[in-house]
């Protein structure tokens, strides 16, 4: 949207119907493959990894004074201070090291958590519901904008999305076009 | 700026043998019913298509 005005400044302040976009309804990542357009929202993600979008959902924790710290400083080293890596017990570390690479995957960093990973990770020891596509929702967003404004070269989620490709019909799409293949 | 799709890394999710895993001694498949994403893992040992990931 914002593209849009600086494409043609006289649409600054205009509403999305003015400019000739869809008008916004939801969240969501709107794309096209090959001129198929595809339309990620967390419907979407709840489609596929087949769970309810519910539970708890926090995100975006700035490191500094959160009351998350101490909490999650509980649960994973049950402690009140911060712990270090090697004083997480076995599952813990197992937890995480899923959890960096699937459900909130991590480009870079080694092991070493954000608050967001930490809090995360605190409602699966606590085995408390936490809304799983909601976040895989919002990191697939946080990647792909950081791919547009810092220049980070790494998508999340290949398996996710390929799936959400394979469901979608876009596929099928594809093999009757005979664009290409792709093993 | 943009970005040239052949520049893009995907990172492709790991399967994960959870019964594997539990025979050794970690058993983690509770953990994970209790957020409902047995079948997300599941999921995980279809193929990935990455051309087409990188078109997106």
């Known amino acids: 949207m914002d593209e849009k005005v600086l494409i043609d400044p006289s649409l600054k302040g205009k509403t999305r119907e003015e400019m000739g976009l869809e008008p916004f309804r939801r969240e969501e990542i709107r794309s096209s493959i090959l001129g198929i357009p595809v339309v990620i929202s967390v419907d979407t993600i709840v489609g596929v990894i ?15 004074n959160s009351s998350w710290i101490p909490i999650v400083n509980r649960t994973m080293f049950h402690s009140s201070t911060k712990g270090k890596y090697k004083d997480l017990d076995i599952r ?19 092991d070493k958590p954000s608050l967001d ?39 999340p989620y290949g398996r996710l999305l390929s799936e959400i490709f394979h469901q979608g019909g876009i596929l099928n799409a594809l093999k009757e076009v005979n664009y290409f293949t792709d093993a | 700026m943009s970005l040239d799709e052949w520049e893009l890394n995907v990172q492709v999710e790991n399967p994960v043998d959870l ?27 279809g193929p990935t298509y990455l051309t087409l990931v990188r078109h997106f």
Request: proline share 2%.
């Open chain 1, 50 to 64: 087949r769970r309810a979008s519910e539970g708890r959902f926090v995100y975006g924790q700035k490191n500094k």
């Open chain 1, 92 to 110: 813990t570390k197992m937890l995480l090291k899923i959890q960096n690479e699937n459900l909130l995957p991590k480009g870079s960093g080694g």
């Open chain 1, 117 to 155: 990973h930490k809090v995360f990770l605190h409602f699966f020891l606590t085995r408390e519901r936490e809304n799983v596509p909601k976040y895989i929702f919002r990191h697939l967003i946080k990647n792909l904008k950081d791919s547009q404004t810092i220049k980070k070269n790494f998508v």
């Open chain 2, 19 to 45: 019964l594997s895993l539990a025979h050794h001694g970690c058993d983690l498949r509770g953990i994970y019913q209790a957020q409902d994403l047995m079948d997300y893992f599941g999921m995980l040992n």
